[in-house]
């Protein structure tokens, strides 16, 4: 089966750095993405890594490494609006995607 | 463009009554698919589609769930009849084959009463 291990929670102060972790397991990993939804709205995509390391978009980066079954979103100089649920989402050779539960960020003033 | 669009936005009916969903998914994008989500479930995939045609239906909780895809721009999704636990908020997402990420419709909240 597929399973997808992420906090349910996370804190941080506004104009820090927060990691969100995620660990998986699946058979046939193609890639790990991640997603924004805030309250009421839509998930969006954010990124997207299918190899080891480090993708940096602006002030979101997304790391992983296939080896231990592991990435994390990094979220530099939080502004209140990243407050939000994030999600990792594993994609698996036949296409479809399964999200995790999700961490909701809330980031104090 | 408009992005993926779904309608409606919210639902309210009553049990045993007959729901559909609609989807438009963007132009192009060749993969489309089907999500619920609630607090206690989180996202779930209930089916999705490649060009039009149905690859895999695993999530689609019961008999009471069909959906269908007559054309590249047009996907419903069918509850009938509906009960109270169908109640959550229902996306619907496309992708193209180049691109990594879904984009996700607004979604539809149903409140089966």
């Known amino acids: ?109 | 463009d408009a992005g993926v669009i779904q309608s409606p936005r919210h639902e309210v009916t009553e049990m045993g009554q007959e729901v559909t969903l609609r989807c438009k998914p963007i132009s192009g994008h060749d993969y489309l698919f089907w999500y619920r989500q609630t607090m206690m479930r989180g996202l779930e995939l209930l089916i999705y589609f490649n060009n039009n045609v149905p690859i895999d239906d695993s999530g689609m909780p019961e008999d009471r769930f069909s959906a269908k895809m007559p054309n590249a721009s047009f996907s419903t999704l069918k509850i009938q009849p509906s009960e109270p636990r169908d109640s959550a908020v229902y996306f619907c997402a496309s992708r193209g084959t180049e691109n990594y990420g879904y984009t996700f419709g607004s979604g539809t909240r149903l409140t089966v009463v």
């Not at chain 1, 927060?18 to 009421?40: A, E, R």
């Not at chain 1, 990124?47 to 390391?53: E, K, R, V």
């Not at chain 1, 231990?68 to 407050?83: A, N, T, V």
């Not at chain 1, 999700?102 to 980031?107: A, E, F, K, P, S």
């Open chain 1, 1 to 109: 089966g597929q399973s997808l291990e992420q906090p349910s929670e996370v804190t941080a102060v506004e104009g820090a750095i927060v990691q969100i972790n995620c660990t998986y397991q699946t058979s046939g990993f193609y890639g790990l993405s991640w997603y924004q939804q805030h309250d009421g709205g839509a998930p969006t995509f954010l990124s997207y890594n299918a190899l080891d390391g480090l993708e940096e978009t602006g002030r979101f980066s997304s790391f992983l490494s296939r080896s231990d079954s592991y990435g994390y979103l990094l979220l530099q100089e939080l502004q209140m609006k990243d407050s939000a649920s994030y999600f990792c989402a594993v994609e698996n050779r036949d296409d479809k995607i399964i999200f995790g539960k999700g961490t909701r960020l809330h980031i104090l003033p």
